[in-house]
Structure formats: structure tokens, C-alpha cells
């Protein structure tokens, strides 16, 4: 039979709390206020409930390298702008997907993973947010600095600005969206426990490694 997989994402699951170690257990959230968010939760309950097709979802978290043009090129273009700040510190811990770890996961995905079921994959262990950001910005040269963004200061401005983005034609993002905030000042762990029991999912380059080779953007 023929095998589609979907190219999944923790996202599907946020709706403005942390994920602490999560599993394949916990619930999509259609409902989520904010827009990717639920409409990845709803694209991911349509391909699993899919008739006719075989059909697997994997779901990384935080995919970065080679090739990446959206979390780098974001991240550099905030720190050249003079508009980065840590949202809270950053000393909350989050898991990373390498690209390469990303392509190991679809590939198990379609040749071990059972019909109708996701599967999250990551790098492993998880690591500080700030640390992580910090070691990728210095494989282009930069340095994110020091200065700090207080969280309910960023609530309120993430709020306000897509209240007035909504109300007025503007042709530009705003500053800072939920969905931002959420990915940037929330912990996000994963456990990849089923990945590994049910694919022999085991990641294929690490951190360290995928840091060391990665190009000038």
C-alpha cells in the first residue's frame, strides 16, 4: 500500500503553555488562538484520520541547518537590526532537530512507522535555549548580546500588536506575535522514547557535530 508522511510539528500542540517533556500522548490543539499553531494541529488530525493511504507522521522540534530560511535567517536579521532581546532570560531548556536528524526520522517514518501514528524526533537531550541560539548565532560571526525582554512586557506587546495588526492594513509583520513568544520563552522538550522503541530512531549527527559544520549563511 502507499505511504504518505507528514512532516509534522510540536506546534500542533501549543496553545500558549510549556511542553515538558511531550509525548505523542498529548492532545492537537485545533484550537490554539494562534493561527499555525491550529492549523497544524488540523492538518495533522486530516492526514492521520486519511482513508486510502497509509499515512505517518514525524514531528520535529526546532529544525536547524544547512539550508535553514527561517530560524537562523530570523535570528540574524533580529541581532543585525539591533531588535534581538531574550524574552525572559532564555535559561529555559528546549530540544533542536538537525536537518539531517530531520531526514533520518521520514526515512524510518516511511519504512517502520505503523499507520495512522506520529512520531517526535530530536537531537536528544535538550539543551538551554539561550545556549543554543548563542552557539548558532556564533557560527555566522555574530554575538545576541545581553539584553533582556521581560515576559509579561512581551505578553503585552505580542497581544497589542496582532490586535492592531488585525485592525488595520498594515503590509509588514508585527514586532512580535504569540506564536513567536511561545517558541522563544517557553520551555519545549520532547520525548522521543516511542521514535526509539517503534523506528530505531537514533539521531545521526549531534549538536556538537552539526554546529562545527555549518556553513556561512
Not at 541581532?79 to 532581546?85: D, E, K, N
Request: proline letters at 7%.
Amino acid at each position: 500500500m502507499r505511504r504518505l508522511v507528514h512532516v509534522g510539528t510540536e506546534a500542533a500542540l501549543l496553545a500558549g503553555q510549556p511542553l515538558v517533556n511531550a509525548d505523542e500522548r498529548m492532545e492537537l490543539r485545533p484550537d490554539s488562538p494562534a493561527y499555525y499553531p491550529a492549523t497544524k494541529a488540523m492538518a495533522e488530525r486530516l492526514v492521520r484520520r486519511f482513508d486510502g493511504m497509509e499515512t505517518v507522521v514525524i514531528r520535529p522540534r526546532l529544525v536547524w541547518g544547512p539550508g535553514d530560511s527561517t530560524v537562523l535567517p530570523g535570528l540574524l536579521q533580529a541581532v543585525r537590526s539591533g531588535h534581538f532581546a531574550w524574552i525572559g532570560g532564555g535559561g529555559h531548556k528546549t530540544s533542536t532537530t538537525h536537518v539531517d536528524n530531520v531526514i533520518e526520522g521520514l526515512v524510518l517514518g516511511a519504512r517502520e512507522g505503523r499507520d495512522g501514528e506520529a512520531y517526535f524526533v530530536t537531537d536528544g537531550e535538550p539543551l538551554v535555549f539561550r545556549d543554543f541560539v548563542t552557539r548558532l548565532l556564533a557560527t555566522q560571526g555574530e554575538d545576541p548580546g545581553e539584553r533582556n525582554l521581560p515576559k509579561p512586557v512581551a505578553a503585552a506587546i505580542a497581544r497589542g500588536g496582532e490586535a492592531l495588526w488585525r485592525g488595520l492594513p498594515l503590509d509588514r509583520a508585527p514586532p512580535l506575535t504569540r506564536l513567536a513568544l511561545w517558541l522563544t520563552s517557553l520551555e519545549c522538550t520532547i520525548d522521543t522514547t516511542k521514535a526509539r522503541s517503534e523506528l530505531g530512531y537514533r539521531p545521526v549527527i549531534s549538536v556538537d557535530h552539526g554546529l562545527a559544520s555549518l556553513p556561512r549563511a
